[in-house]
């Protein structure tokens, strides 16, 4: 069935369907086997590239030069070693329960010469290392949704919260969960030609373990509100992102990193990009620009 005709069917029963179904957690909550982690590294670096274009894009109005960033769920770093080459003046903790994933990240941040990153194992829930109000920036991708429940998606946001400074900023983005079950299996079929089976699979689990966007909501008015804003994708919510407003100007060393990581990137991956500019909506005109 064609791509389009799957998405309009979707978005029709999200908008129409009552009940919702029950949250699935991650079968892989630390992601630590060689093979997921091998896998999540090659998508990270391929699929999931013009994701992380655009927070590095977003970036560029939130981080100061000597800025802390902390990254909660860091994995094998692709964001934060984007983020780390285009500002070379702050410095970036990515921080994962995974030591397997952390060796990679290494690996990665040394394949790009950074000298401005380091890596700890550690627990989002609980980073007891990190002192209150010391970080000027706290990032996130995809790695609420691997949290058991609702009670440590609370732990992990108000451990953002004490470690921010009162003026520090905020980006993170993960699924929302659609409420139909089908719905998930139509959007898993729609990658499917596309990837591997392990890939197809460890989607299908994120989308099922998901948390729906009132949760996050609610988590994000109890703790985050001076922070940062939530957005999401229209009309269904299938991207949650909880974003600061700008603070500084993306300066031309910055746009110029930018455009060079978008040129490098096979052109599917580039009309992705645009897509989630516009599906995610905040600021895109302006990301658009960057690109052009
Ligand atoms: C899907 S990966 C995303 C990695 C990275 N943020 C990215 O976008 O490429 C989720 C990561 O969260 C980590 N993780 C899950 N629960 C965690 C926890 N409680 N504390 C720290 N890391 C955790 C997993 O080990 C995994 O590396």
Partial sequence: MSPIIVIARTIIR??????????????????????????????????????????????CGLIRPNDKVV??????????????????EAHFTGVDLSQEMLKVANENAKEKNLNNVSFQEGNICNLSFIEDHTVDFVISTFALHHLPDISDLDKASSEIKRILKQNGVLYLLDFSRFKSEKSIEDFTSL???????????????????????????????????????????????????????????????????????YMSMDKRYQKDFRKICLSIGVDSCKLKKLVK
């Fill in 191 to 261: 990658e499917k030609e596309k990837y591997s089976e392990l890939f197809t699979t460890g989607y299908y689990n994120s989308l099922r373990a998901a948390f729906y966007f009132d949760d996050l909501k609610d988590i994000w008015q109890k703790h985050l509100t001076s922070h940062c804003e939530i957005h999401t994708t229209y009309p269904v919510s299938f991207f949650v992102m909880y974003k600061s407003r700008p603070r500084v100007e993306c300066n031309e060393k910055q746009r110029a990193a930018l455009r060079k990581i």
């Fill in 71 to 88: 990254d909660f769920g860091c994995g094998p770093a692709n964001q934060l070693n984007m983020m780390a080459k285009i500002h070379p």
């Fill in 14 to 59: 999200e908008l129409f369907t009552k009940s919702k179904s029950e949250r699935v957690p991650e079968p892989d909550l630390i992601m630590d086997g060689d093979d997921s982690v091998a896998m999540f590294n090659e998508v990270a670096k391929t699929a999931l590239s013009p994701i992380y274009l655009y927070g590095a894009s977003h970036s």
